[in-house]
């Protein structure tokens, strides 16, 4: 039976406390019976599969550093849906330069600017999530948000496999 192929995702890994803070966030708000993934910070959507060997040995000279240091920086209206914005200009810089050694196969959603973010609701009514984000701005507060490492996936209707794991040094 042949192997189906599959775009690849590349998203960064947090720590288990500030992943456990956001994915509680998301089972609360994003709409149950379309919430088939944990909370995620996606760098790239979709790269071709044939990039998994190379792709690999990149995210794997990307972690040789210490860990990008991040927060969380508001909150971003994505008129039907609400994601937490993330600031991190290190994180940002590996972005760019995994994206510069891509160029010319990234979709153009990964060529478009990067808006690093979580969401945590999304394919809500417009006015549900203003009410959201409304209600999440009086408590939400910049905080420092670590990021573990970077990790590879094949995208499978729907749902994520875990292809690769490179976590920074500490």
């Given at each position: 039976?042949?192997v ?9 890994l947090l ?14 708000h994003?709409?149950?019976e379309?919430?088939r ?10 790269l ?7 792709l690999?040995?990149r995210?794997?000279?990307?972690v040789r550093?210490a ?9 971003i ?29 990234l ?5 478009a ?11 809500v ?40 794991r490179?976590?920074?040094r500490?």
């Amino acid at each position: 039976m042949p192997v189906e192929i599959a775009p690849l995702i590349v998203s960064a890994l947090l720590v288990p406390e500030d992943f456990a803070w956001l994915d509680a966030l998301r089972r609360a708000h994003f709409p149950p019976e379309r919430n088939r993934l944990p909370a995620h910070l996606t760098l790239f959507r979709h790269l071709p599969p044939s990039l998994l060997p190379e792709l690999k040995h990149r995210l794997g000279d990307a972690v040789r550093s210490a860990p990008p240091r991040a927060e969380t920086a508001g909150l971003i209206d994505l008129d039907g849906g609400v994601a937490v914005r993330i600031a991190s200009p290190a994180l940002e810089g590996i972005r760019a330069d995994l994206a510069s050694s891509f160029r010319g196969l990234l979709t153009p959603q990964d060529q478009a600017g990067w808006r690093p973010h979580v969401t945590i609701q999304n394919k809500v009514a417009p006015a549900e999530a203003r009410a959201l984000k409304s209600h999440l701005e009086t408590d939400l507060r910049p905080r420092p948000l670590r990021i573990d490492g970077l990790a590879a996936f094949a995208y499978r209707d729907g749902l994520w496999e875990p292809l690769s794991r490179h976590m920074f040094r500490r």
